[in-house]
């Protein structure tokens, strides 16, 4: 498959930003949004102790509103994802545990792509400069690794976390990547890291810490289709090399 490769100057389409009264909107909501986490503490709901703990009700609620329940976890792990909050690997646990190895990982998928997704379009069009200067020494490698081959790089990145998942959200919003190569990208690479989560899920009462989940051989195995999912660059490299 053909993909366009970015280039991290902009363009005018990606100039094309907000008013500055929706601009500053919007950021006041994100700031709000991580403050009333941590202000809250609602951190103490997304752990493996709390999950533990309401499992019986939980799974009760979800078999009397089956709808309603997988509604309500969509929209909360997007906007855990959307504002780059703790808990990801709690919610996946908790799907896993509540709709079973397969719809689980579907439900994350949807969650968890749509969030990226509009962290990557907040982080283009209203949050670039703060996104600049609080990880300007960390964009580097990741656009380079953009500028080669977007959807190669970024399937690698969801594959083998290198980088934290809200850092490739938001420095990916500073590339020229399209959003349809973005979204593809990140579905198909949070699959195999969604779904051993999920399936663990099933086993929730066994399991004492995430550690006993990402394996060596787990984390083995991410890393191997993580380097497969670079041989279109490697191969375009070699190609043109000899051309």
């Given at each position: 498959m053909n993909h366009t490769t970015v280039n991290i100057e902009s363009t005018p389409a990606?100039?094309?930003?907000?008013?500055?009264?929706g601009k500053i909107l919007l950021v006041a909501v994100f700031a709000?949004?991580?403050l009333a986490f941590f202000y809250f503490d609602l951190k103490q709901y997304l752990s493996l102790e709390a999950l533990k703990a309401n499992r019986d009700r939980l799974l009760a609620f979800t078999e009397a509103n089956y709808v309603s329940a997988v509604a309500a976890y969509i929209l909360l792990y997007c906007v855990q994802t959307?504002?780059?909050?703790?808990?990801?690997?709690?919610?996946?646990?908790?799907?896993?545990f509540l709709f079973g190895s397969v719809l689980g990982t579907l439900y994350v998928n949807v969650a968890a792509t749509s969030g990226a997704t509009l962290g990557f379009l907040a982080a283009r069009?209203?949050?670039r400069d703060w996104v600049e200067r609080k990880f300007g020494d960390r964009l580097g490698p990741i656009q380079e690794g953009f500028a080669k081959n977007a959807f190669s790089y970024l399937l690698t990145l969801r594959l083998i976390p290198i980088f934290p998942f809200f850092l490739v959200n938001l420095v990916s919003g500073l590339t020229r990547i399209q959003v349809g190569t973005y979204v593809a990208a990140t579905a198909i690479g949070i699959i195999p890291g969604s779904f051993v989560f999920a399936n663990a899920g099933r086993q929730l009462g066994s399991i004492n810490s995430?550690?006993?989940?990402?394996?060596?051989?787990?984390?083995?195995?991410?890393?191997?289709l993580g380097l497969l999912a670079l041989v279109p660059v490697v191969y375009r490299r070699v190609s043109g090399g000899r051309a």
């Open positions: 990606m100039t094309a930003r907000p008013s500055a009264a709000a949004a991580v959307a504002f780059s909050l703790p808990g990801a690997a709690i919610l996946t646990l908790a799907g896993g069009y209203v949050l995430l550690s006993e989940i990402a394996s060596p051989r787990v984390l083995g195995a991410f890393a191997l």
